[in-house]
């Protein structure tokens, strides 16, 4: 058996996620679909994390097994042939037998782009949040640099987002090595995220809270408290998911 190492870029719009689905069209599903196709095998395709309905990746990894004698070459150019131009497979790579997508990964880097353009570009709608109001970025700042290092990121975590009853589990505790916010152009502003690893839907739920914080709802001393509190009831809502892209994967 082969183990095929797949980097992997999408548009996250049309898809339900990357979670492969019965009924509703997944990136996952597609993938696994053309590579049948392409091997005459059940494939079954690990992808480094799941995002959700409507995110989109650059630098999504997943890797597959397989008897297949079909060169990395070969499998590059056929399955960008084949898949829909939403999906573009970037790099093929033959990896050792204990590489694993998920398992293997030490960390990703996750991007959430606002737009505070008065009038948001049609061409933005699917790729940014449209906030067109200025945002205070001192207190984004101060609230952001609380975030780098170990913390327990239990407010900031949807249900399902772990099995709870794993033994030896290190439960919501994340380890955050980058926060950052910054103006990326006149009227955009990115924030930025590298971690050891994401709960679910954790990226959204801090930037919809440090979203309340910029636009002057939330003190910088109420984030504070939400992420000390350990309580998602405490937290601001999840900001939608079409700002939100997964850059890169670091193993």
């Given at each position: 058996m082969?183990n095929?190492?797949?980097l992997?870029a999408f548009d996250?719009?049309g ?7 019965k ?8 993938i ?7 091997t005459?095998e059940v494939i079954s ?6 995002t959700d309905?409507?995110?989109h990746?650059?630098g ?6 397989s008897?297949?004698?079909i060169?990395?070459?070969?499998f590059?150019?056929g ?5 829909p131009?939403a ?6 790579s033959?990896?050792?037998p ?11 880097h996750y991007?959430?782009?606002?737009s505070?353009?008065?009038v948001?570009m ?8 449209h906030?067109p ?7 984004l ?9 170990t ?6 975590e ?5 099995d709870k009853?794993?033994?030896?589990s290190r439960g919501?505790?994340?380890?955050l ?16 995220f590298i ?5 679910r839907q954790?990226v959204?739920n ?13 003190t910088v001393e109420?984030?504070?408290?939400s992420l000390a509190?350990?309580?998602r009831s405490?937290?601001g809502p ?5 700002g939100?892209?997964l850059?890169?994967?670091?193993y």
């Open positions: 082969r095929i190492r797949l992997i996250g719009t898809y339900n996620g990357w979670q492969r689905q009924f509703d069209a997944t990136v996952q599903g597609e696994e679909d053309r590579l049948a196709l392409m005459k395709l690990h992808g480094a994390g799941r309905a409507g995110v990746a650059e999504m990894v997943a890797n597959f097994l008897e297949s004698r060169s990395c070459p070969t590059f150019q399955l960008n042939s084949l898949l131009g999906i573009r497979i970037l790099q093929v033959e990896e050792s204990d590489f694993h997508a998920r398992f293997s990964a030490k960390g990703k991007q959430y782009t606002i505070t353009d008065p948001l049609p061409a933005e709608r699917l790729y940014s949040l906030v109001l200025p945002l205070d970025e001192a207190a700042s101060e609230c952001l640099a609380c975030l780098i290092g913390h327990d990121f239990a407010s900031f949807n249900a399902g987002s772990r009853t794993r033994p030896n919501s505790v994340r380890t090595s980058l926060a950052d916010g910054r103006k990326t152009g006149n009227h955009r502003y990115t924030f930025s971690g050891d690893g994401f709960l954790m959204r801090l930037v919809g809270t440090l979203l309340e914080v910029g636009l002057g709802r939330r109420g984030f504070q408290h509190a350990k309580k405490t937290a999840s900001a939608p998911p079409q939100l892209t850059k890169e994967v670091f």
